[in-house]
């Protein structure tokens, strides 16, 4: 019913920037809350940023507020990432995700809708 494909991963030096979209499609007029989580090689899962649709009201994790924007565009049915001051730390699989409807949007249980992930990579 609805479907999530993120892109713009990739390759970068720490101290550098990159942009992550994701696409949503099908009947996104129900979703409620647009989040990112990622997640590292024998991590768990963890809560990246999230924006509620109608509001544009935000989220972020302590660890990436100051570096990281969320912004959505309603009439493309896109939300961006914005990293700014990658850090090697950084790297993991970024994932694309959404909820219906309400709940604590911090917390991965609650989402309904998960794209495939796409992969950032920091160098030092």
């Known amino acids: 019913q609805v479907q999530l494909v993120e892109s713009g991963g990739g390759l970068v030096q720490a101290g550098g920037s990159l942009s992550l979209s994701c696409a949503a499609s099908g009947r996104t007029v129900s979703l409620h809350v647009l989040g990112w989580f990622r997640q590292a090689p024998g991590k768990e899962r963890e809560f990246v940023a999230a924006i509620l649709r109608g509001s544009g009201t935000t989220y972020y994790a302590d660890s990436v507020k100051d570096r990281f924007t969320i912004s959505r565009d309603n009439a493309k049915n896109t939300v961006n990432l914005q990293l700014n001051n990658l850090r090697p730390e950084d790297t993991a699989v970024y994932y694309c995700?959404?909820?219906?409807?309400?709940?604590?949007?911090?917390?991965?249980?609650?989402?309904?809708?998960w794209g495939q992930g796409t992969q950032v990579t920091v160098s030092s």
């Open positions: 995700a959404s909820i219906r409807g309400g709940g604590n949007v911090r917390s991965p249980a609650n989402y309904d809708y």
